[in-house]
């Protein structure tokens, strides 16, 4: 299998080399943009395609789908034809291809290999991406890992007990291995600062590009340019704002329904019953909702961030029920202080919603009747999507 891919990989690489080379320009890319000489390269290259004619959504949050179908592609979209390993990977996909392509070849990491749930539409974070483009290396017998660099890393930020609170631990020795033993000593991937590298933050298409380009030239030796091809809507998927012009954290349009499945991803991360991690506080100040980042509190933000990002919060008192949409905070005073629900879906007479119960534990499938909620004190409601 391996030297197949790489036969293949390198017939394509011979194709790039003797293409007309071109230059990549987009209006999203300004050339002080820390990314752009990586952003030309890739693009200049056929490796990574922009997002329309003059964009390349570099701030654009990439998925798992995205990830593996970009390896695939990078390899050169070699021929598969086994089933789809996966039940959440509808057969057909635009992205099942590249899923199938990198399950075959142990592309994704461990956890994603020996469970039949993929969650493709679920944002990548940096240490995962890592470990895939890492597993890619290897699989072209490419990949040179150097264990004491592990040791001598500066960085802060990769610590066991960050990667098992978020929900990330089974995935901690690979991302140790790649992230630090291999990425960092090739100069593939960099530290965010002096002391971190951001293991646990969403990789956006910017940092991809980088990284790709890095990998192309520390590792493979670097590629020549190629001639633009017309842009392909199905390679590199980027969000098409609805009429509200926002997207969800993890890229797509700002609606309900994904909005639903951006929080309902969680579930696998904290399933009912089991403690998410605290005190969580939203990453965006503005106009934070709670000062307290505990309890109900911080599962509410969590949720909420998962699937609105950074986008600010607004409050409604006695909220009129047509008002309330899925992934908004509802909330109303206890006698001891209050609490707060995130809704998962609207009926015409009740809520179904997540929310924290006793020590921290993230519950689902809790149902909340509309006359009930509206005889309670401090009925309120706070919401993220744009007015």
């Given amino acids: 299998m391996k030297k197949r891919i790489w036969s293949v990989f390198l ?41 329309g004619p003059d964009t390349f959504g570099p701030s654009t949050k990439m998925s798992r789908a995205m990830l593996a179908t970009v390896l695939y592609r990078y390899a050169g ?54 470990v895939m483009l890492y597993n890619f290396a290897k699989a072209l017998d490419k990949a040179n890992a150097d264990p004491a660099a592990v040791e001598r890393t500066p960085f802060t930020d990769m610590e066991w007990d960050r990667f098992s609170m978020s929900g990330f631990g089974p995935i901690y020795n690979e991302a140790e291995e ?64 609805t009429d509200n012009g926002h997207t969800t954290t993890d890229g797509k349009p700002l609606t309900e329904e994904n909005v639903r499945a951006a929080i309902v991803a969680l579930k696998e991360l904290y399933p009912d019953g089991t403690v998410y991690p605290t005190p969580y506080c939203s990453s965006n100040p503005l106009y934070r909702p709670y000062g307290n980042c505990d309890a109900c509190a911080g599962w509410a933000m969590l949720c909420s961030d998962a699937a609105f990002g950074t986008l600010p919060w607004r409050r409604q008192t006695d909220p009129v029920w047509s008002d309330i949409r899925v992934g ?35 519950l689902w499938g809790g149902q909340y009747f509309k006359w009930w909620l509206e005889e309670q004190p401090g009925y309120a409601l706070r919401t993220r999507y744009p007015e």
């Fill in 328 to 362: 908004d905070l509802i909330e109303y005073d206890t006698s001891s202080s209050g609490h707060v629900v995130v809704v998962v879906d609207k009926m015409d007479e009740y809520i179904k919603v997540t929310e924290s119960g006793t020590h921290n534990k993230a």
């Fill in 11 to 51: 017939s394509v690489a011979l194709s790039l080399s003797l293409a007309v080379p071109a230059s990549a320009a987009y209006r999203d890319v300004p050339a002080g943009h820390w990314a752009a000489d990586d952003i030309r390269y890739v693009t200049e290259r056929g490796l990574f395609n922009g997002t």
């Fill in 77 to 130: 979209s070699p021929a598969v034809n086994e089933a789809v390993p996966y039940v959440d990977v509808t057969a057909g996909a635009w992205y099942m291809p590249g899923v199938i392509w990198a399950y075959q070849n142990g592309v994704f990491p461990s956890v994603n290999l020996s469970r039949t749930l993929l969650y493709p539409e679920e944002n990548v974070r940096r240490a995962e991406f890592c």
């Fill in 178 to 241: 790649a992230m630090l033993g291999w990425a960092w000593p090739m100069g593939i991937m960099e530290g965010t600062s002096a002391t971190t590298i951001n293991p646990l933050g969403t990789i956006t298409r910017a940092e991809v590009a980088a990284m790709l380009a890095r990998f192309d030239r520390n590792v493979l030796g670097g590629t020549e340019p190629t001639a633009p091809t017309p842009p392909d809507p199905g390679l590199d998927p980027s969000p098409v704002p």
